[in-house]
């Protein structure tokens, strides 16, 4: 998502229903924890692929969380966020 948008979604209280200070304390302390499960996940178990094989994420944390915001507020399908932020509907499926 572009920055503009991306600052859009957390300025607007409406669709997240979260101020922007709460957003920024949600980004800080999950944010480290995200990054570490995820790095953990491939040394957990025996590789069945080769190294960086699979699908990439798309979205940036930041954008993960507030498409889970806006899912979870609104019950915005998985296709009208991917039109927001501009991907496709099974990323957005794998973000949330």
Do not use: Y
Not at 6 to 35: K, M, N, Y
């Amino acid at each position: 998502m572009g920055n503009r948008t991306c600052a859009g979604f957390i300025r607007s209280q409406r669709i997240t229903g979260l101020t922007p200070d709460v957003i920024a304390e949600l980004v800080a302390e999950l944010g480290p924890l995200w990054h570490e499960r995820h790095q953990a996940v491939p040394t957990s178990r025996p590789r069945r692929r080769t190294v960086g094989a699979g699908a990439k994420h798309k979205l940036v944390f930041v954008d993960r969380l507030l498409a889970t915001l806006a899912h979870l507020r609104h019950g915005a399908t998985h296709d009208m966020l991917a039109c927001w932020f501009g991907g496709d509907r099974s990323t957005i499926t794998r973000a949330i």
